[in-house]
């Protein structure tokens, strides 16, 4: 039952998650670079992919720790099979794409508040309340141009997660 309520949990936040990271970077990022979107708009888009960032970012690790703990003991496992080594993988997969999201939405943040400090960040993300008192400038282009390497990063890092998760499940060999 625990088993396959984890398996749950992983699956849909893995599935939330990478879907709001390829979401932005298609539809969002696009609209926010050639400044058809508002500038509020845009950071109430980036912020939210944050939230969804940290919180899978609890979700994820806590039901793949357990999937491992279950599904690969003795942990020789995780670097003795083909399957260990894509688990390895969506772990890694996972670090470097978190921290992308996380450091492509301090840059915007920085754009308009450079003081901001990490607790402050890690705190409150971008809320749209952080543009209160910030005249028009930078716009939306400008906060597009500075997250684009990372946005677009994340979303590339999103289809090798979502690649990795097929091949779990497609069953490759041990
Ligand atoms: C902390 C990071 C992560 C860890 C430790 C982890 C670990 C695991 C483990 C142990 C399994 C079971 C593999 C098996 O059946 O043999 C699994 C399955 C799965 N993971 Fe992750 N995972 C992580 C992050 C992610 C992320 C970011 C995604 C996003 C796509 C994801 C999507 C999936 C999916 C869809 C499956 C089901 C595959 C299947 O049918 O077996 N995981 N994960």
Same mark, same amino acid.
Do not use: K, Q
């Given at each position: 039952?625990?088993?396959?309520?984890?398996? /749950?949990?992983?699956?849909?936040?893995?599935?939330?998650?990478?879907?709001?990271? #390829?979401?932005?970077?298609?539809?969002?990022?696009?609209?926010?670079?050639?400044?058809?979107?508002?500038? !509020?708009?845009?950071?109430?888009?980036?912020?939210?992919?944050?939230?969804?960032?940290?919180?899978?970012?609890? !979700?994820?690790p806590v039901?793949?720790? &357990?999937?491992?703990?279950?599904? &690969?003991?003795?942990?020789? *496992?995780?670097?003795?099979?083909?399957?260990?080594?894509? %688990?390895?993988?969506?772990l890694s997969?996972?670090?470097?794409?978190?921290?992308? /999201?996380?450091?492509? %939405?301090?840059?915007?943040?920085?754009? /308009?508040?450079?003081?901001?400090?990490? +607790?402050? &960040?890690?705190?409150?993300?971008?809320?749209?309340?952080?543009?209160? +008192?910030?005249?028009?400038?930078?716009?939306?282009?400008?906060?597009?141009?500075?997250?684009?390497?990372? *946005?677009?990063?994340?979303? +590339?890092?999103? %289809?090798? *997660?979502?690649?990795?998760?097929? #091949?779990?499940?497609?069953?490759?060999?041990?």
């Amino acid at each position: 039952m625990l088993r396959t309520v984890a398996f /749950v949990a992983h699956v849909l936040s893995g599935a939330v998650w990478t879907g709001a990271a #390829l979401f932005v970077a298609y539809a969002v990022l696009p609209r926010a670079t050639d400044g058809t979107m508002s500038r !509020a708009g845009f950071v109430d888009a980036a912020h939210r992919l944050l939230m969804i960032t940290r919180w899978t970012g609890v !979700a994820l690790p806590v039901t793949g720790a &357990y999937l491992v703990w279950l599904l &690969y003991r003795p942990l020789e *496992l995780l670097t003795g099979t083909s399957r260990g080594w894509a %688990v390895l993988a969506m772990l890694s997969l996972w670090g470097v794409m978190n921290g992308l /999201v996380e450091l492509g %939405v301090l840059r915007m943040r920085r754009e /308009v508040d450079p003081d901001v400090g990490w +607790g402050e &960040y890690m705190a409150e993300g971008f809320p749209v309340e952080a543009l209160d +008192g910030i005249g028009a400038a930078p716009g939306s282009a400008r906060l597009a141009a500075v997250a684009r390497p990372y *946005l677009l990063a994340s979303a +590339g890092l999103a %289809v090798l *997660l979502l690649v990795d998760a097929a #091949l779990l499940a497609g069953g490759i060999p041990a």
